[in-house]
């Protein structure tokens, strides 16, 4: 028995056992029936390990829309848990089998930062590098008691359900910090903490939950088996480099001011062509400003203004 099966149901386990008898059965069959060299297991594709890992009998059917996919999860099923072959069905209607069953949305829904709940408070998730912040808000709601402190247990108490779901649906793992909303008494604080020990304990991953600290957030170390969610359907955005923001107009501006005092001494000729993102060249050009007259006032020239869509909005190119 290994680590990974202590708190196991005896469901669990007898169900893990017959998945590895019967994978050890078929192994021993195709090396019997097979010439030597011959490949006789590989590991299975993610149709088959997403069987294997969370298939149980709560599940009422299994939708699988491409042919060849559904004679393998067929025979899979067949293979290792017999009883719920007849839950696997062929999805043939014309709409796409994710739209049909809401799960394109649920899908757009994970790769936002911030989750609205039923109540009207929200959650604001961010992966960063060294950890997952986690922050909790009232948000719209105001509550039907007139005590605030019954609001912030009700919305913390809502939240605990939809973060553990969030952290399960986004594959979250490593550091998870939870600002809840600050709680006066210590009676609520361990009614939510109970809450979420209580949410975890469905979860299949690895975890450990510390209680509230002198700040009142809660850290949930959490098994990183893969990837997360964002990480695996997206790529940092080209145009920040994944900073998730981009300079203002008006840092922008300071620095072109910096370089043309630069190049102010080396600059000859005529006029001067400024090419800029079409958001500065309208800081630029405004006459709220004197950003133009003190830029021509460095090169002691004058400056055309050259507004380019196709420029990334922190670039530009004085000449």
Same mark, same amino acid.
């Given at each position: ?15 893990d056992?017959?998945? +590895?008898y ?29 069987l ?23 025979r899979?099923?067949?293979?290792f ?12 209607r ?16 994970a790769?936002r ?20 912040a986690?922050?909790? $808000? ?7 008691? $007139? ?13 605990v359900?939809e ?5 399960? +649906? ?13 709680m ?11 809450a ?18 002198d ?16 990480r695996?359907?997206?790529s ?27 190049i ?7 006029d ?14 405004s006459s ?6 003190e ?15 196709? +420029? ?6 004085l000449?």
């Amino acid at each position: 028995m290994r680590t990974a099966g202590e708190g196991r149901s005896e469901e669990e386990l007898r169900a893990d056992m017959m998945f +590895l008898y019967n994978l050890w059965l078929d192994m021993r069959q195709k090396a019997e029936r097979r010439p030597a060299p011959a490949l006789i297991h590989h590991d299975l594709n993610v149709v088959e390990r997403v069987l294997r890992d969370q298939l149980t009998s709560a599940f009422k059917s299994i939708w699988v829309d491409n042919e060849e996919a559904y004679e393998s999860a067929l025979r899979f099923v067949q293979r290792f848990q017999p009883a719920l072959v007849t839950r696997v069905k062929m999805y043939t209607r014309s709409t796409p089998v994710f739209d049909e069953f809401g799960i394109t949305s649920e899908l757009e829904k994970a790769l936002r930062p911030k989750v609205w709940l039923k109540s009207g408070g929200y959650i604001v998730i961010n992966q960063t590098e060294a950890l997952v912040a986690i922050d909790v $808000n009232t948000g719209k709601f105001v509550g039907k008691s $007139n005590r605030l402190e019954d609001t912030i247990v009700k919305t913390n108490t809502e939240a605990v359900k939809e973060i553990v779901r969030q952290i399960r +649906l986004r594959d979250l793992g490593g550091i998870i910090v939870v600002d809840f909303i600050d709680m006066d008494e210590r009676k609520n604080r361990q009614k939510v903490m109970q809450a979420l020990e209580e949410a975890m304990r469905s979860d299949r991953a690895p975890n450990k939950i510390l209680q509230f600290n002198d700040f009142g957030l809660v850290a949930i170390t959490r098994k990183r088996v893969k990837q997360s969610l964002e990480r695996t359907l997206c790529s940092p955005c080209p145009y920040c480099d994944g900073a998730g923001y981009v300079k203002s107009v008006d840092t922008i501006i300071a620095e072109i001011l910096q370089e043309a005092q630069k190049i102010a001494k080396a600059v000859e000729g005529g006029d001067c062509t400024l090419r800029v993102h079409p958001e500065v060249a309208k800081v630029l050009k405004s006459s709220s400003n004197t950003y133009l007259e003190e830029l021509e006032e460095i090169l002691g020239r004058a400056v055309i203004i050259h507004s380019d869509p196709l +420029l990334q909005q922190e670039k530009f190119d004085l000449v």
